[in-house]
């Protein structure tokens, strides 16, 4: 079975280099029927394919599609067929190592539409495909061409305003998923996967492969790579070490019912039900004293041993500065009415 399908609508540069690519309905795993259509149609008869298609090559796409009984996306490369902006078909044979910019777009579509959760799509050698664009009130932007159509914008009597300056654009541009709120959409980036009925806060941030499973509260950041179990809650100003800023290949990732305080932060993953106290950050080799049931220390580890496990409460002695590890008695519940996202 092939891994993806879609049919995006894009910007390109003045060389005709793709810069960005916007797919409203892809496919995961798509039948092999809509493939051979989709094959028929560009010509391509094997391999991951992206082709820029004029507006003969949708329509009779459209049409196939229809007959096929694929009404959704007969009914999108029709309307494509009438874009005034480069239309392009990207079919995604395997999960391989992506060749061109559309079909990295797709497959950073496939994670913020939930299709496949973070760590499951090959984002190898992604960057290089991505490029560092200027994201404006009109759209993605070469930066070489910025100064032109900044001079256009003015003399037309407008502003263009540059939002950002990034390789990632915000996700909500793209997709905007079921159940959750993002108080400021410019801090989830496209390729972030949020769970029904997770709470993005102000402060709270999220990259690309990354992300929460269900229900949580994110005032904190969650970094390339990181996955928040269900019910857990990530206070202001905390901070997960991900893949990107020193977390090696150290997958780092927060259980059920966990809570990070504010300004706490992890370089390990966590099980379920754990608990980090506020300003207390942990990398994994943070020498931490483990306490019994009577807090009598019977150990010194190094965190990185205690990876993994559920049922821990990490703290720092108010009076000796050492951190301490104790069973969590604890567990984190959310507050249903406050954190309702429908």
């Given at each position: 079975?092939?891994?993806?399908?879609?049919?995006?609508?894009?910007?390109?540069?003045?060389?005709?280099?793709?810069?960005?690519?916007?797919?409203?309905?892809?496919?995961?795993?798509?039948?092999?029927?809509?493939?051979?259509?989709?094959?028929?149609?560009?010509?391509?008869?094997?391999?991951?394919?992206?082709?820029?298609?004029?507006?003969?090559?949708?329509?009779?796409?459209?049409?196939?599609?229809?007959?096929?009984?694929?009404?959704?996306?007969?009914?999108?490369?029709?309307?494509?067929?009438?874009?005034?902006?480069?239309?392009?078909?990207?079919?995604?044979?395997?999960?391989?190592?992506?060749?061109?910019?559309?079909?990295?777009?797709?497959?950073?579509?496939?994670?913020?539409?939930?299709?496949?959760?973070?760590?499951?799509?090959?984002?190898?050698?992604?960057?290089?495909?991505?490029?560092?664009?200027?994201?404006?009130?009109?759209?993605?932007?070469?930066?070489?061409?910025?100064?032109?159509?900044?001079?256009?914008?003015?003399?037309?009597?407008?502003?263009?305003?540059?939002?950002?300056?990034?390789?990632?654009?915000?996700?909500?541009?793209?997709?905007?998923?079921?159940?959750?709120?993002?108080?400021?959409?410019?801090?989830?980036?496209?390729?972030?996967?949020?769970?029904?009925?997770?709470?993005?806060?102000?402060?709270?941030f999220v990259n690309f492969n990354a992300g929460t499973e269900g229900k949580s509260m994110i005032e904190g950041r969650i970094s390339a790579g990181v996955v928040v179990g269900e019910g857990s809650d990530?206070?202001?100003?905390?901070?997960?070490?991900?893949?990107?800023?020193?977390?090696?290949?150290?997958?780092?990732?927060?259980?059920?019912?966990?809570?990070?305080?504010?300004?706490?932060?992890?370089?390990?993953?966590?099980?379920?039900?754990?608990?980090?106290?506020?300003?207390?950050?942990?990398?994994?080799?943070?020498?931490?004293?483990?306490?019994?049931?009577?807090?009598?220390?019977?150990?010194?580890?190094?965190?990185?041993?205690?990876?993994?496990?559920?049922?821990?409460?990490?703290?720092?002695n108010s009076e000796t500065g050492a951190v301490e590890c104790k069973t969590n008695k604890s567990a984190v519940a959310l507050n249903e009415e406050l954190h309702a996202n429908n």
């Amino acid at each position: 079975m092939s891994f993806a399908f879609g049919i995006g609508v894009g910007t390109q540069n003045q060389q005709n280099e793709w810069l960005e690519v916007f797919y409203q309905h892809p496919v995961h795993q798509p039948d092999p029927e809509l493939v051979r259509i989709v094959r028929d149609s560009t010509g391509e008869a094997e391999g991951n394919i992206a082709v820029k298609a004029d507006a003969n090559q949708l329509q009779a796409l459209a049409d196939s599609l229809e007959e096929a009984g694929y009404e959704d996306q007969a009914r999108l490369a029709d309307q494509t067929s009438e874009s005034s902006r480069p239309v392009v078909i990207t079919l995604l044979e395997t999960d391989e190592k992506s060749a061109t910019t559309p079909e990295v777009y797709l497959k950073l579509h496939l994670l913020s539409h939930r299709f496949v959760k973070p760590h499951g799509v090959n984002l190898e050698g992604i960057f290089p495909l991505l490029p560092n664009l200027a994201w404006t009130n009109e759209g993605a932007i070469d930066l070489a061409e910025l100064s032109q159509r900044q001079l256009h914008a003015r003399t037309a009597g407008g502003t263009l305003e540059v939002k950002s300056v990034d390789k990632f654009p915000p996700m909500t541009d793209y997709v905007v998923p079921s159940g959750v709120r993002i108080a400021d959409t410019a801090r989830v980036r496209l390729g972030a996967y949020i769970g029904e009925g997770t709470t993005v806060m102000h402060e709270g941030f999220v990259n690309f492969n990354a992300g929460t499973e269900g229900k949580s509260m994110i005032e904190g950041r969650i970094s390339a790579g990181v996955v928040v179990g269900e019910g857990s809650d990530l206070g202001g100003g905390c901070s997960t070490m991900g893949t990107l800023s020193g977390g090696g290949n150290i997958i780092i990732s927060v259980g059920k019912n966990c809570l990070l305080g504010a300004n706490a932060g992890i370089g390990i993953p966590l099980g379920d039900r754990c608990t980090v106290e506020a300003g207390l950050y942990i990398t994994s080799g943070t020498k931490v004293r483990v306490l019994d049931e009577s807090n009598e220390a019977v150990r010194t580890v190094k965190a990185r041993d205690l990876a993994g496990q559920s049922d821990l409460l990490f703290r720092r002695n108010s009076e000796t500065g050492a951190v301490e590890c104790k069973t969590n008695k604890s567990a984190v519940a959310l507050n249903e009415e406050l954190h309702a996202n429908n």
